[in-house]
């Protein structure tokens, strides 16, 4: 069955760096035919979008408030996915879950339809 594992998460202070990594595995065929996405869900607030990036990696797409901190990218090789988090917030803090889509879900919106979710890693920004 497919499965999204995410990892990298952990505890960092303000302005400090983390690499999160999503690893597609039990995948049937390849997940180069997948757009994928990450989200995040703060304590008490609902799921939004982070970063979305297309099947080939040629497009990627970001909420506003993480544009020119976080990048997304992927390594289709690896069948595996990453969000590289820079200049972290306190309310960057949040469970981040990555998530796949068809080809063409990928929107600046995000993820338009979904077929499979992560179960998230946890971020914690300390002042």
């Known amino acids: 069955q497919e499965q999204l594992v995410e990892s990298g998460g952990g505890l960092v202070q303000a302005g400090g760096s983390l690499r999160l990594s999503c690893v597609a595995s039990?995948?049937?065929?390849?997940?180069?035919?997948?757009?994928m996405g990450w989200y995040r869900q703060a304590p008490g607030k609902e799921r939004v979008f982070v970063a979305g990036?297309?099947?080939?990696?040629?497009?990627?797409y970001y909420a506003d408030f993480v544009k020119g901190r976080f990048t997304i990218s992927r390594d289709n090789a690896k069948a595996t996915l990453y969000l590289q988090l820079n200049n972290l917030k306190l309310e960057d803090t949040a469970i981040y879950v990555c998530a796949s889509g068809p080809p063409g879900a990928a929107t600046v919106q995000g993820l338009t339809k979904t077929d499979y979710w992560g179960r998230g890693t946890q971020v914690t920004v300390s002042s």
């Open positions: 990036i297309t099947w080939d990696g040629g497009s990627s």
């Open positions: 039990e995948w049937t065929g390849s997940i180069n035919s997948y757009d």
